[in-house]
């Protein structure tokens, strides 16, 4: 092939790759998600470290955990009804404003040394009471930035990618930060962060038809959101196996600062360094997902994806070499973004339009949840038989329910196949590909 060729195929690739960033609303918002993004996760490894440096606790660690996101679990669905009926952008100023904040109050009560472990706490459910709130307007307001609604996969895919290049960039920093001058440092910078998506949220232009209602009405809204999201097969399969990915699957991250130190004899620079090469294999998995140009065959990325997940969460548990665990984290954050970047896309895409921020709110639900029941209960399992057979026994059952999933595919793709025709998607779709 001649080289002009070569060279055209690859800009159209990436142009492909990118194709949501071509719509205003949503290039604003992915730049400032970017910038507080890294903040975010900046503060998410200084408190881990922070607890653990503290206490020398994994159950401490999971109770933290828990009490971060135990809120979403029941408020999620109650906030995904305000989601459908009120103004978006307003309810993420409002949510960002609220984690700056919090930031700000940890930053003051670190810097002046006077941080203790029930302070984090009460903030921990503060920020949990915030996030159920805030994810559910967060999901559902991807689709109201892009200009074509066929770029809706791509833009959830490069949602995934900022988050896990954030992923890959802020724990490097983190680390490092924490080792010269202490976790206080990491969460002002993440205050500041919030100056960039606030930014960022004042330059979308979006008009929202929504109106009040009263309680009796708002009842009513959240019933129909339940039986509509529960009745619906397909969406109620993927909104089960998130919760068991987010159960089971995800509470490994909650134990990485005891298993830098007490498995890998590491320090802040170690899990800052594990963190990346997770996010390093999130974020390539996150830009495949992005070029990709169909919804189908999303329902075998997640069979198979499930799968090598439990596979690597398992030998992480069995490694005790700083570079194989990075290798293993690589491809265990590979496989887990492309798990969930799937369910979101296919949740999204299946759900009717003036129900998409309630379905999204049990999406929150499932994927935030329920992590603090699992973060829990791996930080007591942990505690009683070691951190080794806990990820061990966690990527058993994850790649289980991949099995599992695999399995019903055949029976979801047949309710998957006219919703998909229905919405114009596709005019027909082959029953395989779906």
Same mark, same amino acid.
């Given at each position: 092939m001649p080289l002009k060729n070569i060279l055209l195929n690859d800009f159209l690739a990436t142009k492909k790759v990118f194709s949501s960033l071509h719509s205003r609303n949503y290039r604003n918002y992915f730049v400032g998600q970017g910038i507080s993004l890294i903040g975010t996760w900046m503060q998410n490894i200084a408190l881990s470290w922070l607890v653990y440096r503290l206490t020398g606790s994994v159950f401490l660690l999971g109770l933290i955990g828990f009490t971060s996101q135990i809120p979403t679990f029941f408020l999620s669905p109650f906030s995904g009804v305000i989601t459908d009926r009120y103004n978006k952008l307003k309810i993420l100023t409002l949510t960002q404003v609220s984690y700056m904040i919090l930031a700000l109050i940890m930053t003051l009560l670190v810097l002046l040394n006077l941080i203790q472990v029930w302070h984090i706490i009460v903030l921990s459910i503060a920020s949990g009471v915030i996030t159920s709130l805030d994810s559910p307007a967060r999901q559902s307001l991807v689709i109201n930035l892009v200009d074509d609604p066929a770029d809706l996969g791509n833009a959830i895919a490069l949602n995934s990618a900022i988050f896990n290049g954030a992923r890959l960039i802020g724990?490097?920093?983190?680390?490092?930060?924490? =080792?010269?001058?202490?976790?206080?440092?990491?969460?002002? #910078?993440?205050? @500041?962060?919030?100056? !960039?998506?606030? &930014?960022?949220?004042?330059?979308?232009?979006?008009?929202?038809?929504?109106?009040?209602?009263?309680?009796?009405?708002?009842?009513?809204?959240?019933?129909?959101?339940?039986?509509?999201?529960?009745?619906?097969?397909?969406?109620?399969?993927?909104?089960?196996?998130? =919760?068991?990915?987010?159960?089971?699957?995800?509470?490994? #991250?909650?134990? @990485?600062?005891?298993? !830098?130190?007490? &498995?890998?004899?590491?320090?802040?620079?170690?899990?800052?360094?594990?963190?990346s090469g997770l996010g390093a294999g999130a974020l390539a998995g996150a830009l495949y997902m992005a070029s990709r140009k169909s919804v189908l065959g999303l329902t075998k990325i997640i069979a198979t994806h499930l799968t090598i997940m439990g596979v690597a969460v398992g030998l992480v548990g069995l490694s005790s070499y700083f570079w194989v665990s990075m290798v293993i984290f690589f491809f265990g954050g590979l496989s887990m973004i492309m798990s969930l970047s799937s369910i979101n896309t296919m949740l999204q895409t299946l759900a009717e339009d003036d129900k998409r921020g309630r379905v999204m709110s049990f999406y929150a639900m499932a994927l935030m949840g329920t992590a603090p029941i699992g973060n829990l209960i791996a930080g007591s399992v942990a505690s009683g038989i070691g951190i080794r057979y806990t990820l061990v026994l966690c990527g058993v059952i994850v790649a289980t329910s991949g099995l599992w999933f695999s399995i019903r595919r055949k029976r979801l793709r047949k309710y998957i196949r006219p919703i998909y025709i229905t919405k114009g998607i596709l005019p027909s779709i082959p029953d395989h590909l779906t």
């Amino acid at each position: 092939m001649p080289l002009k060729n070569i060279l055209l195929n690859d800009f159209l690739a990436t142009k492909k790759v990118f194709s949501s960033l071509h719509s205003r609303n949503y290039r604003n918002y992915f730049v400032g998600q970017g910038i507080s993004l890294i903040g975010t996760w900046m503060q998410n490894i200084a408190l881990s470290w922070l607890v653990y440096r503290l206490t020398g606790s994994v159950f401490l660690l999971g109770l933290i955990g828990f009490t971060s996101q135990i809120p979403t679990f029941f408020l999620s669905p109650f906030s995904g009804v305000i989601t459908d009926r009120y103004n978006k952008l307003k309810i993420l100023t409002l949510t960002q404003v609220s984690y700056m904040i919090l930031a700000l109050i940890m930053t003051l009560l670190v810097l002046l040394n006077l941080i203790q472990v029930w302070h984090i706490i009460v903030l921990s459910i503060a920020s949990g009471v915030i996030t159920s709130l805030d994810s559910p307007a967060r999901q559902s307001l991807v689709i109201n930035l892009v200009d074509d609604p066929a770029d809706l996969g791509n833009a959830i895919a490069l949602n995934s990618a900022i988050f896990n290049g954030a992923r890959l960039i802020g724990p490097a920093i983190a680390g490092l930060t924490i =080792a010269a001058v202490g976790e206080g440092i990491c969460f002002l #910078l993440n205050t @500041l962060s919030f100056v !960039a998506v606030l &930014i960022a949220i004042s330059r979308i232009k979006i008009t929202f038809n929504h109106r009040e209602s009263g309680r009796e009405d708002f009842k009513k809204s959240f019933s129909e959101g339940f039986h509509y999201t529960f009745s619906s097969v397909p969406i109620r399969t993927l909104i089960i196996i998130l =919760a068991i990915l987010s159960t089971i699957g995800m509470p490994f #991250l909650v134990l @990485l600062p005891a298993y !830098a130190k007490e &498995i890998l004899g590491g320090g802040s620079d170690t899990l800052g360094y594990l963190m990346s090469g997770l996010g390093a294999g999130a974020l390539a998995g996150a830009l495949y997902m992005a070029s990709r140009k169909s919804v189908l065959g999303l329902t075998k990325i997640i069979a198979t994806h499930l799968t090598i997940m439990g596979v690597a969460v398992g030998l992480v548990g069995l490694s005790s070499y700083f570079w194989v665990s990075m290798v293993i984290f690589f491809f265990g954050g590979l496989s887990m973004i492309m798990s969930l970047s799937s369910i979101n896309t296919m949740l999204q895409t299946l759900a009717e339009d003036d129900k998409r921020g309630r379905v999204m709110s049990f999406y929150a639900m499932a994927l935030m949840g329920t992590a603090p029941i699992g973060n829990l209960i791996a930080g007591s399992v942990a505690s009683g038989i070691g951190i080794r057979y806990t990820l061990v026994l966690c990527g058993v059952i994850v790649a289980t329910s991949g099995l599992w999933f695999s399995i019903r595919r055949k029976r979801l793709r047949k309710y998957i196949r006219p919703i998909y025709i229905t919405k114009g998607i596709l005019p027909s779709i082959p029953d395989h590909l779906t």
